[in-house]
Nanobody, 128 residues
Framework: EVQLVESGGGLVQAGGSLRLSCAAS????????IGWFRQAPGKEREGVSC????????YYADSVKGRFTISSDNAKNTVYLQMNSLKPEDTAVYYC?????????????????????WGQGTQVTVSS
């Protein structure tokens, strides 16, 4: 059974940092595509950042470029999202998601529909 468990969310002041973790189990971490999404109340789920094992390519939403960094530790089956210079508009529930099998093209990985598995989410709240 595939499981994704997010951790690392919390309350932080604007300008602060958090590191989210997505621990994966139940599938091989040789070929993977992992994405981080967020959803604020009343808004659609938004692709924040993604990473593909096929060529190490990454994707960042324009709203987080230069502030967020995605990385992976294959030995720990874990993907991280380092979030710096946080803003109140980053407040949301953050989810990680995984594709089962060969990673799709990076250009498609910001779309929730390409993902097969989802974690339960972790709340990030940035106060002004």
């Amino acid at each position: 059974e595939v499981q994704l468990v997010e951790s690392g969310g919390g309350l932080v002041q604007a300008g602060g940092s958090l590191r989210l973790s997505c621990a994966a189990s139940g599938f091989t971490f040789d070929d993977y595509a992992i994405g981080w999404f967020r959803q604020a109340p009343g808004k659609e789920r938004e692709g924040v950042s993604c990473i593909s094992s096929s060529d190490g390519s990454t994707y960042y939403a324009d709203s987080v470029k230069g502030r967020f960094t995605i990385s992976s530790d294959n030995a720990k089956n874990t993907v991280y999202l380092q979030m710096n210079s946080l803003k109140p508009e980053d407040t949301a529930v953050y989810y990680c998601a995984a594709v089962d099998g060969v990673p799709p093209p990076i250009a498609t990985m910001s779309t929730p529909l390409v993902y097969d598995y989802w974690g339960q989410g972790t709340q990030v709240t940035v106060s002004s």
